[in-house]
T-cell receptor, first 115, second 111 residues
Framework: ETGVTQSPTHLIKTRGQQVTLRCSSQ?????VSWYQQALGQGPQFIFQ???????GRGNFPPRFSGLQFPNYSSELNVNALELDDSALYLC??????????????FGPGTRLTVL | DAKTTQPPSMDCAEGRAANLPCNHS???????VYWYRQIHSQGPQYIIH???NNETNEMASLIITEDRKSSTLILPHATLRDTAVYYC????????????FGQGTTLQVKP
């Protein structure tokens, strides 16, 4: 069973640029969630994708957008990067079954630095 | 905001049991208690979850009080590799994928 993978592991961008982060879900999972973790803080929920549709969003502006593909892999896109976007971006996959619990399995994260 | 309260830090001697408390006094009837941990520079790792009964797996035990307003995660024989930030999270069942992380408890296991 393959776990959740993310790419790249590290990335440096400048303010105003755009970035795309990628995530491959754990085999058999149908849902991907993205989190932002600033230094010294707990992860903050950005959004979740279920069957290629956005299924919940946290308090993040529209310049944070995402995609989920038929193979359940996912992308997180951030436009017009700001210095405060510097953080660890975590992807988590899960198998959502209505009325059931959904343990989320996290990837190692992508460390984004905005200069 | 997180619906849980945890102590910011705890120490534990290697080989002893680590008992990590969590208060969740506003938990709803259909909400589960989840525990995750995050070892430095890694993604969070799922540990265990429960609704109202005590639960045990290969990693830990979860004790939930009868009124469900608090719980304790027990690592029966802590090792140095258990040093991490431990997060207690309350989350509804089904399609709610939004895990709300608080500050967690930093557990330091000492030799």
């Amino acid at each position: 069973e393959t776990g959740v993978t993310q790419s790249p592991t590290h990335l440096i961008k400048t303010r105003g640029q755009q970035v795309t982060l990628r995530c491959s879900s754990q085999s058999g999972h149908n849902t991907v969630s993205w989190y932002q973790q600033a230094l010294g803080q707990g992860p903050q929920f950005i959004f979740q994708y279920y069957r290629e549709e956005e299924n919940g969003r946290g308090n993040f502006p529209p310049r944070f957008s995402g995609l989920q593909f038929p193979n359940y892999s996912s992308e997180l896109n951030v436009n017009a990067l700001e210095l405060d976007d510097s953080a660890l971006y975590l992807c988590a996959s899960s198998l959502i079954m209505w009325g059931g619990t959904n343990e989320q399995f996290f990837g190692p994260g992508t460390r984004l630095t905005v200069l | 905001d997180a619906k849980t309260t945890q102590p910011p830090s705890m120490d534990c001697a290697e080989g002893r049991a680590a008992n990590l408390p969590c208060n969740h006094s506003t938990i709803s009837g259909n909400e589960y208690v989840y525990w995750y941990r995050q070892i430095h520079s890694q993604g969070p790792q799922y540990i265990i979850h429960g609704l109202k009964n005590n639960e045990t797996n290969e990693m830990a035990s979860l004790i939930i009080t009868e009124d469900r307003k608090s719980s304790t995660l027990i690592l029966p024989h802590a090792t140095l590799r258990d040093t991490a930030v431990y997060y207690c999270i309350v989350c509804g069942s089904g399609n709610t994928g939004k895990l709300i992380f608080g500050q967690g408890t930093t557990l330091q296991v000492k030799p």
